[in-house]
């Protein structure tokens, strides 16, 4: 997101990557966040002049993030250590690096704007949830319950990204 804000003009260029951690408010990294998404070669720009500079499982790692999925999401499930989110008749399995999700989202299901992208094996979003503020009748919720059902029998829940 740095290297993105930097790029595209959403942060000063003499900013500090420190600074940008510690000192750069929430709106602004949204907007480097934004830039990231917009511009696809972001990722393999910044790793044709800094994969010096990281390990290889980092490599791996950032090269990950260009396979993420934005898009909005309904949440649909909590569990303990993951969420399911589903978009388009699909099913994921969604980590938090952060807080738990039910200390995110109010209610569910809930529609969110979101990326997930692999990470360390597992699905993860990218800290951003853009929420909606709708209800979802009675049809809806039990079009979900019914896809929900066979995804798991059928065993085709996300689990990784590849």
């Not at 979802?136 to 689990?159: D, M, Q």
């Amino acid at each position: 997101m740095y290297f993105a804000g930097i790029r595209h003009g959403v942060l000063g260029p003499k900013l500090r990557y420190k600074d940008f951690i510690s000192g750069t408010n929430m709106q602004e990294k949204f907007n480097c966040r934004q830039k990231l998404i917009e511009n696809e070669n972001s990722i393999p720009l910044y790793l044709t002049h800094h994969s010096h500079q990281h390990s290889r499982e980092e490599i791996n790692i950032l090269s990950g993030f260009s396979l993420g999925i934005t898009d909005k999401f309904i949440i649909y499930k909590l569990f303990s250590t993951r969420a399911v989110f589903t978009t388009k008749n699909k099913f994921f399995y969604v980590h938090a690096l952060g807080d738990p999700f039910d200390l995110l989202v109010d209610e569910i299901p809930c529609l969110v704007k979101t990326t997930i992208l692999p990470f360390l094996g597992k699905i993860v979003y990218d800290g951003f949830l853009e929420p909606f503020n709708i209800e979802f009748g009675p049809n809806i919720l039990h079009s979900l319950r019914v896809e929900w059902k066979e995804a798991k029998e059928k065993g085709i829940v996300i689990k990784k990204i590849i």
